[in-house]
């Protein structure tokens, strides 16, 4: 068997934890996967993985192994792009995962640009917003608001995204418009809360230079920005968003900022993607491609 097919083998049933899913992956029968597999332990003389019917376990050795593999590959894929590379457009598949907005506010709407520029590249664009095991799912990066707390992935911070108050018309007629922070405590707010802790995100407001946070009677909790929006277009109170996603319902009057004066801090966004590994060219363009589109995005 081929030894470098072997360790590509090895890695993706690692980073998908599963032999039927790596199969599927790279489009190759379980029996060559499973003999792989057999083939580098035997070569190798030590367990590389730990099998039951339904977990894929690594050992220590196997550990050191796929890191070693990691290394080898990467250094081998960059060794083939090295002198054609500037001759030929990056091509090939790419898997990007990002929050509904901004895939419909801002990435979306570029893309003509983007394929202009890279007509060999195919996108392949999930819109969530909850977490995304990239090695798991396949997913080559990801564009969230907020930085991970996984070491095992790079986290840039690409943009600074204004965010303010805002509330329905329906919802200020019945509550009153608030003049400053100090007027909420009769308001009520659309809870937003985590998949991971089930708590609700208390609204933040800058003020003189300090940060100050209310809690909020609510309702009505979700875990979506769409329904979040959604929610306070219904009148369930107020919410915090950046201004880019509610701006289409700014314009329609179907909400209005409020609270100007002591806006929230402005929303981070981050790329994320696994580190120490060579970025293949259709990822990296990508990648550089959305940097630029969000500088430019978020100076206006």
């Known amino acids: ?13 690692v980073e998908l934890g599963s032999f039927s899913r790596a199969a599927e992956r790279l489009q190759l029968p379980r029996a060559t996967v499973s003999n792989a597999l057999k083939w580098l332990e035997q070569r190798l003389g030590v367990r590389l993985l730990l099998r039951t019917t339904r977990q894929v376990h690594i050992t220590a050795e196997g550990t050191l192994y796929y890191q070693h593999c ?7 894929e960059e060794a083939d792009t090295l002198f054609h590379q500037h001759k030929q457009q990056p091509a090939g598949k790419v898997r990007i995962d990002m929050p509904h907005s901004l895939a419909r506010e801002i990435v979306i709407p570029a ?6 520029r890279y007509p060999e590249i195919e996108l392949a664009l999930g819109a969530n917003d909850t977490h995304v095991d990239l090695l798991r799912e396949g997913v080559d990066c990801v564009l969230r608001a ?11 911070l690409i943009a600074q995204m204004p965010q303010l108050t805002c509330a329905s018309p329906a919802y200020l007629q019945a509550f009153g418009t608030p003049q400053s922070i100090d007027d909420l405590q009769h308001h ?3 809870g937003y809360f985590s998949l991971v802790n089930n708590r609700n995100y208390p609204l933040e407001f800058c003020r003189n230079g300090k ?3 209310r809690e909020l009677p609510s309702k009505l909790s979700v875990s979506g920005a769409d329904a979040y929006t959604s929610a306070c277009r219904a009148g369930m109170g107020l919410i915090q968003a950046s201004r880019y996603s509610v701006a289409p319902w700014l314009q329609t009057g179907e909400m ?3 609270l100007a004066a002591t ?10 993607y696994p580190p120490g590994r060579f970025l293949a060219p259709r990822v990296r363009v990508l990648i550089d491609w959305l940097i630029t589109l969000f500088d430019g995005y978020h100076q206006r």
Do not use: C, G, K, S
């Open 111 to 116: 893309l003509a640009d983007f394929y202009q």
């Open 256 to 258: 209005v900022e409020v």
């Open 188 to 190: 009520q707010a659309v």
């Open 211 to 213: 940060l100050e946070l």
């Open 1 to 13: 068997m081929d030894q470098i097919q072997a360790m590509r083998i090895f890695t993706r049933i």
């Open 70 to 76: 990691l290394q080898l590959l990467d250094a081998l």
């Open 146 to 156: 907020w930085e991970t707390e996984d070491d095992t992935l790079v986290a840039r």
């Open 263 to 272: 806006p929230p801090p402005p929303m981070p966004i981050y790329i994320m």
